[in-house]
């Protein structure tokens, strides 16, 4: 079938919304760093949306860190995709213009820096996974031990990581008199834009303090908090995308009709009319960012990890398991003291708004896409929460029943004896550990806690804790998950 590109545009559907500016016009001055769905539903169409408005040079330069998939992907449809967003009234298609390039930073490292260094860069965002930071999600630092930390170091010219990518564009700029970018983190990392300014200025001061010392004078690295349900892309997505366009698209992306986005309005070389097309510029982004790792990401991950060992192999499913969806409510009541409303926001209101967002039919949100690399995400998601409700003699039933559930995951078998493909940057670790415990719960809750990386020293000490998480996992290894979360909600 003929590929969706700037030549076919003319042949779709005219339901079917399409760049409404002058693409041929369209200059560069985003560099995304891991150009994956989420960037491309969000970033993205959000960036379309303000050059609808007030058009700019605001295009995006999308950036892959490890393979060349999906420049391979989109090379040949001109940077075109189609944003499907499903919702139970029916799908809604879009084409998104605003992506102009694709470069693969470890087949041309060069060309990614001079981007970077050029001029005409004013914006460098990142969506590279809380794993892509080469840091200790229980500390904030850098870990200077990283591999790709250590290769940076010695290889500046060819850096693989994405602080060390950031920093080398920086140097260029200083060297070359120009002025820095901002650099706009969209993870999911508590004060992601604070984190990431003292990523990068330790990375360089390893190597140069005076760039390290330009760079806390001059950059700006503001923090965010972004939502939208953003499942990967399946063949069964392309199928249904190349039936609705009457055209080949090799890489659309499905979303959810919500969307949010909340920014420190804090950029040193102009930004896109974002705060015109729905994102929120504020003063301080902390609240928004607390209440969605909480109450989002806190209760996506839990679901996940139960919803998975439980049979579901989608979001949908297993909150519209009235089990899980019982243990959900139950989540949120511990979490909500925990979380200081932001300016406007009712939290019981926003825990009913997510489980209607978690429960749409229309977005296959896969439970083992979520349950990836909960090492790092746990700290984040889960264990700030626990220490907040420790400290206050609070209960912590539900959130240790997530806890325990990741750590029936990792044990990489499920509840039929099949394996799970367990995706963490410490399988490994997590693995070895699993193995020398087999199914003695006591044993598998102390080797795991044991892990100082994600649960610090602090959280193995606390006995209402262990006994809690031990208890837990007592009961899904010799009932299941669904027995388990029944006997909670009970």
């Known amino acids: 079938m003929t590929r969706l590109s700037t030549a076919t545009l003319s042949a779709l559907p005219a339901a079917i919304r399409r760049p409404a500016y002058d693409r041929a016009a369209l200059k560069p001055g985003i560099v995304h760093l891991g150009l994956g769905a989420f960037a491309r539903g969000h970033l993205a169409e959000y960036t379309e949306d303000a050059l609808e408005r007030e058009f700019g040079a605001w295009g995006i330069t999308g950036a892959s860190l490890q393979r060349p998939d999906q420049r391979d992907r989109l090379k040949p449809q001109d940077g075109l995709y189609t944003l499907l967003k499903r919702s139970p009234a029916g799908p809604e298609l879009r084409i998104i213009g605003s992506l102009l390039d694709v470069l693969v930073a470890p087949e041309n490292p060069a060309a990614l820096i001079a981007r970077l260094a050029s001029a005409g860069t004013k914006i460098v965002s990142l969506t590279v996974t809380e794993k892509g930071y080469c840091h200790d999600p229980a500390t904030g630092m850098l870990k200077t031990d990283h591999p790709d930390i250590v290769h940076d170091l010695t290889n500046p010219l060819a850096p693989r990581s994405a602080v060390g990518i950031i920093v080398a564009g920086l140097k260029a700029r200083r060297d070359a008199g120009l002025g820095p970018f901002t650099v706009l983190c969209c993870d999911n990392l508590p004060h992601n834009g604070n984190v990431l300014g003292g990523l990068v200025r330790d990375f360089a001061a390893l190597s140069d303090d005076g760039l390290s010392q330009w760079i806390a004078a001059n950059g700006a690295f503001p923090c965010t908090m972004v939502d939208r349900i953003v499942p990967a892309t399946t063949e069964v997505d392309i199928a249904e995308v190349e039936v609705l366009l009457g055209l080949h698209d090799a890489a659309p992306v499905i979303g959810e009709p919500f969307r949010q986005w909340a920014i420190e309005d804090s950029f040193v070389a102009g930004r896109p009319a974002w ?25 996506h991950s839990s679901l996940a990890y139960l919803g998975y060992l439980a049979g ?8 519209n398991d009235p089990v ?53 995400k746990l700290p984040q998601r889960l264990l700030g929460t626990i220490r907040d409700r420790l400290k206050a003699g609070a209960p912590i039933a539900h959130l240790t029943l997530g806890v325990a559930a990741w750590m029936r995951y990792v044990q990489g078998t499920d509840e039929a004896g099949a394996a799970i493909d367990v995706k963490d940057p410490l399988a490994a670790e997590l693995a070895r550990r699993a193995a020398g415990a087999g199914r003695d719960a006591r044993a598998l809750s102390t080797a795991l ?20 998480v031990e208890r837990h996992l007592a009961m899904l290894l010799d009932k299941g998950a669904k027995a388990t979360a029944a006997a909670l909600t009970a």
């Open 449 to 468: 806690l044991g892990i100082e990386s994600i649960f610090g020293s602090d959280l193995p000490r606390e006995q209402r804790f262990a006994q809690a």
């Open 312 to 319: 579901h192999e989608t979001v949908s499913q297993a909150s």
């Open 275 to 299: 705060d015109g097309v729905g994102a929120q510029m504020v003063s301080e982004v902390a609240p928004f960012e607390f209440m969605k790792l909480r109450m989002l990401n806190g209760a």
């Open 324 to 376: 899980l969806a019982r243990f959900l409510q139950g989540l949120w009541s511990e979490i909500i003291p925990t979380v200081p409303a932001p300016q406007g926001v009712a939290l019981d209101d926003y825990a009913s708004a997510l489980l209607t967002r978690f429960q749409n039919p229309a977005i296959r949100h896969r439970t083992w896409q979520i349950a990836m690399d909960g090492s790092q």
